[in-house]
């Protein structure tokens, strides 16, 4: 949901900051990796000593570049495989980062090995559920379903419920379980995304295999 309606606002929003950068030279791959940089360095920084909310608003200064480089490539008619491969792998690395982070400070004085464990399997599932629809495109299926929760959704419920919750360091009270919450439900809708591709692909695998099987009888038919 957030892939479908809220990107498609903030590229709007973005268009003409894309159109500057350009007119001033600067690359896609430029902003690929300066926005990458600055999330790790954020994430990694800020968060493994519990300052999740300077945390959050670094990462977040920086997070939309993903955006900004799209537009800027759509807009120089650069659009390509090799900006795609680039763009989807330091979105991994950003990813890896903010939940390295996080369970970073839970594994030190967060003092919480079960958060810990929880925040590692927000990172593996989520790579899990970005390979799952790369292996199955690249084998000629669609993996023709979305599933609960995307890169978007898992980025944002963590980062805000990340932000809201560092502002117990100035006297807010309780607000800190907002993302032990949301770390929870990000790994439970991402295991839940896992298997909703799985079974996709597995139907879709099936159907191809029965096509072919088809089409092959029919050949030898005529």
Request: glycine share 10%; net charge positive.
């Amino acid at each position: 949901m957030l892939n479908k309606y809220a990107r498609a606002f903030f590229t709007r929003v973005f268009t003409p900051l894309a159109a500057f950068l350009l007119r001033m030279g600067v690359s896609p791959d430029a902003v690929t990796l300066v926005g990458t940089a600055g999330v790790v360095a954020g994430a990694l920084v800020f968060f493994p000593r519990g300052s999740f909310f300077w945390g959050t608003l670094v990462i977040t200064a920086f997070v939309f570049s993903d955006l900004v480089d799209g537009n800027m490539a759509r807009q120089a008619g650069r659009s390509g495989p090799w900006g795609a491969f680039l763009d989807s792998t330091l979105d991994r690395v950003a990813d890896s980062a903010i939940f390295g982070g996080i369970a970073m400070w839970y594994a030190g004085k967060g003092d919480n090995l079960l958060l810990c464990a929880v925040t590692l399997f927000c990172l593996a599932s989520g790579q899990v559920v970005s390979y799952t629809k790369a292996r199955a495109e690249s084998l000629g299926l669609k993996c023709a379903v979305n599933g609960v929760v995307e890169r978007a959704e898992r980025l944002v419920g963590t980062l805000v419920a990340a932000g809201l919750a560092g502002l117990h360091q100035f006297g807010v009270p309780g607000i800190e379980w907002l993302l032990p919450i949301a770390l929870w439900a990000v790994a439970v809708g991402s295991l839940i995304t896992v298997f909703q591709r799985v079974l996709t692909v597995r139907r879709e695998a099936a159907e191809l295999t029965a096509l072919n099987a088809a089409r092959a009888a029919e050949g030898e038919a005529q």
